[in-house]
């Protein structure tokens, strides 16, 4: 691992300050050394650089990992913290793109926010994001747009913070629900337990929910990691985890080999060109979805299951035909 030449150190410093500021628990050496890409006895020196030009940044106690950890005893930072307007139009460009209407008048919110921040150089900003906004866009996507108000996700967001179940009506029964974490796709999934259900964990399409109002009764989350549970599967759909082999043609084993299909994917271009890649997840019509976009260029090695089901539901769909 080589380390980055000493012309970049001061922006990574002050890029560091600001990564340790956002960090309640503060930062560990691995951090720093996996952030920046540099060895550790480099992030040891950057450690070092911070706690000699910061005197706020201290060695935080009661932490139990067996790792120390450094951050800051106050904000005394903030006035060093300022958004460029490429960061202010990312999330523009967010806010336009997403169709559920709440949670673009919460963006709004949100960038409205930043540029009060920002106050003393508005007009360069706003300047600079409306050529940005006229330069970049997003293609129109076709996707169902869902009615959740905010006040529903606010319910949900303190639930999961506070280990709270929540009580609403879901598919015209009502259930006490277990909260453990939100993921966002073409819909709001809330991936919780059911309380009457015991310990398997569902996901939950979250505008389908009535009535939805938050209790005192609390929970245990367990050891519940939504990045991990999440990786389980392709999408959003859990089940069976597929070892899956996907092979790619020639004429796409490029764009195959670029492209982000799985958290544990593997991928080897073959001698006669085509591109193979394996990965291991759940929610196989999801694959099978993603599979058929891919058109002729995409074939389904393993396993036969797969196969057998992406046959039939071709089959079924040219029937209509």
């Not at 990992?65 to 990312?90: C, M, R």
Request: glycine content about 6%; some cysteine; aromatic content about 10%.
């Amino acid at each position: 691992m080589e380390d980055k030449p000493r012309y970049s150190r001061v922006t990574d410093i002050l890029d560091l300050a600001v990564f340790i500021a956002s960090k309640v628990q503060g930062v560990t050496i691995n951090e720093i050394a996996e952030r920046y890409n540099v060895s550790r006895r480099t992030a040891e020196r950057m450690r070092d650089s911070i706690l000699n030009t910061f005197p706020q940044v201290d060695e935080l106690d009661g932490i139990e990992d067996n790792q120390k950890h450094w951050g800051f005893t106050n904000y005394s930072i903030s006035p060093l913290i300022s958004f460029t307007p490429k960061e202010v139009a990312n999330i523009e460009q967010y806010q336009r793109r997403t169709t559920n209407r709440e949670l673009k008048e919460e963006l709004g919110k949100t960038v409205e926010k930043i540029k009060a921040f920002n106050k003393k150089n508005i007009d360069s900003i706003e300047n600079n994001i409306e050529l940005i906004m006229r330069t970049e866009g997003y293609a129109v996507r076709q996707m169902p747009q869902y009615k959740i108000s905010l006040t529903t996700l606010e319910i949900i967001r303190n639930a999961i913070r506070g280990s709270k179940m929540v009580e609403g009506i879901y598919h015209d029964k009502k259930r006490l629900i277990e909260p453990l974490g939100m993921i966002y796709g073409d819909k709001i999934y809330l991936v919780a337990r059911e309380k009457a259900k015991g310990d398997g964990i569902y996901n939950f399409l979250l505008h389908k929910f009535e009535e939805l109002k938050p209790t005192e009764k609390t929970f245990d989350k367990g050891d519940f990691d939504l990045q991990k549970y999440k990786n389980l599967s392709f999408g959003v759909y859990h089940g069976e985890i597929l070892n899956v082999k996907l092979l790619f043609s020639k004429e796409r084993a490029a764009d195959a080999s670029q492209y982000n299909f799985h958290p544990t994917q593997k991928g080897n271009f073959n001698p006669d060109g085509t591109y193979t890649v394996t990965f291991k997840a759940s929610g196989d019509k999801e694959i099978m979805w993603h599979v058929f976009k891919w058109g002729k260029d995409c074939k389904i090695l393993s396993p036969k299951s797969l196969i057998q089901s992406y046959k039939k539901s071709l089959k079924e769909n040219l029937e209509n035909y």
